[in-house]
């Protein structure tokens, strides 16, 4: 049992499964800092060390070279896996934990976390902790590609950047503008009741007058003219 809460290992649960599979297909491997730096693709090995290689260590799971122990090579195999998990739960954690659980009886992270504050820790360190705590007592490897694998806590999963939505830009709508006719004539402003002027409207009017129309046929093209434009 770790005797202080800083004592109590965290285990991102992607690192916890990526480095069982590697342990399971290679069982003489040596988890050193430098080689899970790069295989999973961490800032160094320093980085490696703090966030992995040692609380690997806390857990029993490597020895200090970065080679399984016993109850490591228990972990890597997939009959076994539970009896490694149960090891390190009657070894490292106290046993007011596993009583913390929902009415159903399963791990309740969220007392567990609780569990963990009150102990002294802050928010992200007892949210950590207890997300490794019920990965190992759920004594099941986390699956491929679920919320828990690929979260860096083990509680859940990181989330994608939000893509940016693009911006919808509506074109302007025509502006409407009603013409009241007052018998102004063509050109005049026209004008409103409230002592504003509408738009000016202007028409261009052509007139094609066969070349063999007589005076009478060209005296009746515009005197029609008159009666519908102008009203005349």
């Not at 490897?141 to 919808?168: F, H, I, M, V, W």
């Amino acid at each position: 049992m770790a005797d202080s809460p800083t004592a109590y290992p965290k285990v991102p649960a992607k690192a916890w499964r990526a480095l069982q599979e590697r342990a399971s297909s290679a069982p003489s491997v040596k988890f050193s800092p430098q080689y899970v730096a790069s295989l999973l693709d961490l800032g160094s090995p320093d980085s490696a060390r703090a966030n992995v290689v040692n609380p690997m260590r806390r857990l029993g799971l490597i020895d200090d070279d970065g080679g399984l122990t016993d109850r490591g090579r228990k972990w890597r195999v997939k009959e076994s896996y539970g009896a490694a998990c149960q090891e390190i739960l009657d070894e490292v954690y106290p046993d007011d934990l596993a009583s913390l659980t929902d009415n159903a009886g399963a791990i309740d992270v969220t007392k567990i976390q609780s569990w963990f504050e009150h102990s002294g820790l802050g928010t992200s360190n007892a949210r950590q902790m207890a997300a490794t705590y019920a990965m190992i007592a759920k004594k099941q490897l986390p699956e491929a590609g679920s919320a828990e694998a690929n979260s860096q806590s083990g509680q859940r999963a990181r989330s994608e950047p939000r893509k940016a939505k693009k911006a919808t830009v509506q074109p302007p709508k025509p502006t409407e503008t009603t013409v009241h006719e007052h018998g102004s004539n063509p050109g005049e402003g026209v004008g409103g009741g409230d002592g504003h002027h509408l738009p000016k409207v202007h028409l261009d009017i052509q007139i094609h007058i066969p070349a063999d129309a007589t005076p009478e046929q060209i005296d009746q093209i515009f005197a029609s003219m008159g009666k519908h434009l102008y009203g005349r």
